[in-house]
């Protein structure tokens, strides 16, 4: 089975500095690994997924995470934050064979300051 | 492409009632997924379905269950409800034939509130 731990629940950041939100997941087999965006009263959004291939992942929102395998992390980040990315992100996965359903961490609420 | 749809948005029922809410996944898509969502819990996974047949069971009890019908539309039921099933439910659609077709698409969620 998989797990996934978010390290931090809250993340406050003044508004155009860089901002990294940590993840680190468990698994016995390789995985696919996701990073999700719920803004208020809304569902999850998909910002950016690694499947294989290029370790860094760029998304959307000018978003990016780096999937490290001997440290079973995919940390998210982006270099200039905006009020507009204030939301709560949700690492997520899922091992890469099988149908096994999504995991989802516990979230990590990113709050903007102007 | 039309999202993924839920209704209803918003409901409030009763302890001891049951409830039933609809999803409707995105066209070609043949999997729907069903997390419940509450600040305590965070995202839990309900179940899976894929070509109307259940695929994946999270660890719920026995008064949470659900169907897809052959357009892929699911309901998921809840019966005899208790004030700790207040929570916002998400449904998500995915193509899900293969590992990789895995990527899953939120609806805005239901919004049930239990008095």
Redesign the interface.
Known sequence: AQSVTQLDSQVPVFEEAPVELRCNYSSSVSVYLFWYVQYPNQGLQLLLKYLSGSTLVKGINGFEAEFNKSQTSFHLRKPSVHISDTAEYFCAVRANSGNTPLVFGKGTRLSVIA | KAG?TQTPRYLIKTRGQQVTLSCSPISGHRSV?W?QQTPGQ??Q?LF?Y?SETQ??K?NFPGRFSGRQFSNSRSEMNVSTLELGDSALY?C?SSL?DS??S????????TRLTVT
């Open positions: 993924v997924s997390y965070g995202l996974f899976e894929f695929r994946n999270g998400l998500a899900a590992p990789r895995y990527e899953q698409y939120f609806g805005p969620g």
